[in-house]
């Protein structure tokens, strides 16, 4: 019996939530017969459930991944480095000459254009290659069983039994992170269940191996986070030299008229496209780096991994699948902020009376706003950057 989504996820999360703070009262072997126990009560069958007995006591190495707090702040320069280069570029580019066909059925369907869809593929698995070596079962029952996240992740370990359950995927064939993002998409198991789609109709939806499956899923989940075929991302722009810099950021929206109203330009200096769509500048580098108008596209790139840098990055890789240039005004020698040097500037910005909150070597919301006031009283671009030039003023 297939149970119906919202079935599963109200009942599952409330279960999860009950369950959750007894957890580690329980040993492992306890803990997971109640896990089976409310399987069996969603309707999830006996034999697929054989799969919870092959189940070790938590991997270590998934909380370690878990509880890493990287040693330094990865910089915008390095994050993009990694992840587009030339042969990374003319990989994607003969892919979406070879798979045109089935490219351009996705974007008749769905409206997601096929050079950002190979963009995502890109970024989310390296065109398919690098997936995630554990098994979802066990990443996911480690996760569910520490006491931290354990609702969340219970939730989705019950969703992936009833993916396997559904006969998409073998249990033993589940592979995916540490944190249980699955197949060459990296997808969730409650996004899978919500936006898999079976493109090539037979009868599962494979995310590890299917291109159609792939393709039709990711598309069909971008769809579902607001993309608009008809536009682009964004772009690369110049900021005047008088740009108010509260003004950057995704809270901030203005129509593209307004953004040129202004003195927002191309980076060639010539005036930027006017059309009826609002936009955000994002500055990844601070007021050294450059600046970016971003669209809808942008926010729903947003949607599928919250992160900034990510989302330019898929951004940009796909303008150079179209024989865009590099981003002209990169910065040179950015230097990485480690965790110390955060927690230091933290320190020093609370001693100089400008309130950053308990140093935690993060740059919060309470951060960035003492930072824009410190930068603002020695008249600085006030961009709310945490960068080793700000650290050094503050040292003097």
Same mark, same amino acid.
């Given at each position: 019996?297939?149970?119906?989504?919202?079935?599963?996820?109200?009942?599952?999360?409330?279960?999860?939530?009950?369950?959750?703070? =007894?957890?580690?009262?329980?040993?492992?072997?306890?803990?997971?017969?109640?896990?089976?126990?409310?399987?069996?009560?969603?309707?999830?069958?006996?034999?697929?459930?054989?799969?919870?007995?092959?189940?070790?006591?938590?991997?270590?190495?998934?909380?370690?991944?878990? =509880?890493?707090?990287?040693?330094?702040?990865?910089?915008?320069?390095?994050?993009?480095?990694?992840?587009?280069?030339?042969?990374?570029?003319?990989?994607?580019?003969?892919?979406?000459?070879?798979?045109?066909?089935?490219? *351009?059925?996705?974007?008749?369907?769905?409206?997601?254009?096929?050079?950002?869809?190979?963009?995502?593929?890109?970024?989310?698995?390296?065109?398919?290659?690098?997936?995630?070596?554990?098994?979802?079962? *066990?990443?996911?029952?480690?996760?569910?069983?520490?006491?931290?996240?354990?609702?969340?992740?219970?939730?989705?370990?019950?969703?992936?039994?009833?993916?396997?359950?559904?006969?998409?995927?073998?249990?033993?064939?589940?592979?995916?992170?540490?944190?249980?993002?699955?197949?060459?998409?990296?997808?969730?198991?409650?996004?899978?269940?919500e936006y898999g789609i079976?493109?090539?109709?037979?009868?599962?939806?494979?995310?590890?191996?299917?291109?159609?499956?792939?393709?039709?899923?990711?598309?069909?989940?971008?769809?579902?986070?607001?993309?608009?075929?008809?536009?682009?991302?964004?772009?690369?722009?110049?900021l005047p030299d008088d740009?108010?810099?509260?003004?950057?950021?995704?809270?901030?929206?203005?129509?593209?008229?307004?953004? *040129?109203?202004?003195?927002?330009?191309?980076?060639?200096?010539?005036?930027?496209?006017?059309?009826?769509? =609002?936009?955000?500048?994002?500055?990844?580098?601070?007021?050294?780096?450059?600046?970016?108008?971003?669209?809808?596209?942008?926010?729903?790139?947003?949607?599928?991994?919250?992160?900034?840098?990510?989302?330019?990055?898929?951004?940009?890789?796909?303008?150079?699948?179209?024989?865009?240039?590099?981003? *002209?005004?990169?910065?040179? =020698?950015?230097?990485?902020?480690?965790?110390?040097?955060?927690?230091?500037?933290?320190?020093?910005?609370?001693?100089?009376?400008?309130?950053?909150?308990?140093?935690?070597?993060?740059?919060?919301?309470?951060?960035?706003?003492?930072?824009?006031?410190?930068?603002?009283?020695?008249?600085?671009?006030?961009?709310?950057?945490?960068?080793?030039?700000?650290?050094?003023?503050?040292?003097?």
């Amino acid at each position: 019996m297939r149970i119906p989504r919202t079935l599963l996820v109200s009942f599952g999360l409330f279960l999860a939530l009950s369950c959750s703070s =007894n957890a580690q009262d329980q040993s492992f072997d306890e803990w997971l017969a109640d896990l089976r126990a409310e399987a069996l009560s969603l309707g999830i069958s006996e034999s697929t459930l054989i799969a919870l007995n092959d189940l070790e006591a938590p991997l270590e190495r998934v909380l370690e991944l878990d =509880n890493s707090q990287p040693e330094f702040v990865q910089t915008f320069t390095r994050y993009l480095s990694l992840r587009i280069t030339a042969s990374q570029v003319s990989r994607g580019q003969s892919l979406l000459q070879q798979h045109e066909t089935l490219l *351009q059925e996705v974007r008749q369907r769905y409206g997601v254009q096929p050079h950002y869809l190979v963009a995502f593929w890109a970024v989310e698995s390296n065109y398919g290659r690098a997936t995630g070596g554990f098994s979802v079962l *066990q990443a996911l029952a480690t996760l569910a069983y520490d006491p931290r996240r354990s609702a969340f992740f219970r939730r989705e370990l019950l969703t992936a039994l009833q993916i396997i359950d559904d006969g998409h995927i073998a249990a033993e064939n589940m592979s995916g992170s540490w944190a249980g993002a699955m197949g060459q998409l990296q997808f969730l198991p409650s996004v899978f269940y919500e936006y898999g789609i079976d493109g090539d109709n037979d009868g599962r939806v494979d995310i590890w191996n299917s291109l159609p499956d792939i393709f039709h899923s990711a598309a069909n989940f971008l769809n579902s986070l607001g993309w608009r075929g008809d536009e682009r991302w964004g772009r690369e722009v110049l900021l005047p030299d008088d740009f108010d810099y509260s003004l950057a950021g995704t809270r901030t929206r203005k129509s593209l008229q307004e953004w *040129q109203d202004l003195g927002i330009t191309r980076v060639d200096g010539s005036p930027i496209p006017v059309a009826t769509m =609002n936009a955000s500048v994002v500055i990844p580098a601070g007021a050294a780096g450059p600046a970016f108008l971003a669209y809808q596209n942008f926010r729903a790139t947003m949607g599928y991994n919250p992160s900034t840098f990510y989302a330019l990055t898929v951004g940009h890789l796909a303008d150079r699948y179209t024989g865009a240039g590099p981003i *002209q005004r990169m910065p040179v =020698n950015e230097t990485a902020m480690s965790v110390a040097d955060v927690r230091e500037l933290q320190e020093l910005l609370n001693a100089s009376g400008f309130d950053s909150g308990e140093p935690d070597g993060r740059v919060g919301r309470q951060t960035r706003a003492a930072i824009l006031a410190y930068q603002e009283s020695i008249d600085v671009p006030m961009d709310g950057y945490a960068s080793a030039q700000l650290l050094e003023s503050l040292r003097d």
